[in-house]
């Protein structure tokens, strides 16, 4: 009786001991079947449509983590602000509540002054001067102070310069004053159309499309690639090529989750993320092309304009934001390289 007792014990410890020892789970880890190393799991969240060439770089970075890591690491992409808008992708990041997001360096403004210089008026000349930036020493430093506000950025990606898309066909710079332009929550952004005596109007991307059909705002600014995929173009009837401002995103982690992955996946995230930028380039540079053709297919008409007047309003507003988050030193640098 007393033998059975004790067999019958060692059995209910083998159970618990199996149903302990089965998996380990952390919300975003788990130990994988094959082997000791953990598998991981990210989301990336983007306020950018699926068919965008940013949204199109980060599925080549997914690819290229699974590769590297043999299926383990499992990155999921989350578009057109299903995670939420891009200022609670951020805010998310440094609560730890999100993973990775992709953000543009307007918007990051917000949270790292510093990154607002990237996104100044024309202050880059053309994509081979934005590479050397985000390549060069200029690029690092700002990735630094990211990272000190829990934003840990694993490569610049591209877009296209932003131009002006609006329903009465403006042909000077004196002909914007007083029209209604929606802009992101980006100051640089809204500081450009404020200079040109037009009305700045912030609104969240997903409002523009209705805020254009009630006349809430006349116009707006942006790339061509966004604007088609958006579909903006229904709702605008000039494209005026003012070519104001280059959209430079990084693709964030967030640096509390970061700093709880091991060494290895560090550095296999970091070196994916680096390739997907390369890649996302030429694709970026590509698809400006393709997309400005299709909005004219579309009937936008499309509007040449002196740019001499808009580069001489936007010199004070580079240099007096410099100045403000004492970067001037940084963008010194970005225009020596010219």
């Not at 829990?150 to 329903?167: E, P, Y």
């Not at 680096?274 to 909005?295: I, P, S, T, V």
């Amino acid at each position: 009786m007393k033998n059975k007792g004790i067999a019958i014990l060692v059995i209910m410890l083998m159970v618990i001991l199996s149903a302990c020892g089965g998996s380990k789970s952390n919300g975003t880890a788990s130990e994988s079947d094959s082997g000791n190393k953990e598998e991981v799991n990210i989301r990336i969240g983007s306020h950018l449509a699926p068919e965008h060439s940013v949204v199109k770089t980060a599925e080549k970075f997914k690819e290229l983590v699974a590769e590297k890591s043999e299926g383990r690491i499992k990155v999921t992409i989350h578009p057109s602000g299903e995670l939420g808008d891009q200022k609670e992708l951020v805010e998310g990041l440094q609560l730890g509540t999100i993973e990775m997001a992709i953000n543009d360096a307007g918007l990051l403004a917000n949270f790292v002054p510093e990154v607002g210089i990237l996104d100044m008026p024309y202050l880059f000349e053309d994509y081979d001067h934005v590479h050397q930036v985000f390549d060069g020493e200029v690029g690092s430093t700002l990735q630094e102070k990211m990272a000190d506000k829990g934003i840990r950025s694993l490569a610049w990606f591209d877009s296209a310069f932003r131009s002006t898309f609006l329903t009465k066909k403006t042909e000077s710079i004196d002909e914007l004053k007083g029209i209604k332009i929606r802009t992101p929550e980006a100051p640089s952004v809204i500081e450009t159309v404020k200079s040109w005596d037009a009305v700045a109007t912030p609104l969240p991307w997903g409002e523009l499309y209705t805020a254009m059909e009630t006349g809430v705002v006349d116009g707006f600014e942006g790339s061509a690639e966004s604007i088609y995929s958006a579909k903006m173009y229904e709702v605008s009837k000039y494209l005026v090529k003012t070519e104001h401002i280059f959209t430079a995103l990084s693709l964030n982690m967030s640096d509390t989750f970061f700093k709880g992955l091991s060494e290895e996946d560090q550095k296999l995230i970091s070196e994916a993320a680096l390739e997907a930028g390369e890649y996302g380039r030429q694709l970026a540079m590509d698809l400006d092309e393709e997309y400005f053709n299709k909005l004219v297919e579309e009937g936008l008409e499309v509007v040449e304009v002196d740019k001499t007047p808009f580069i001489e309003k936007a010199e004070s507003i580079v240099d007096e934001y410099a100045k403000e988050v004492n970067a001037v030193d940084l963008v010194e640098k970005i225009r020596e390289i010219k």
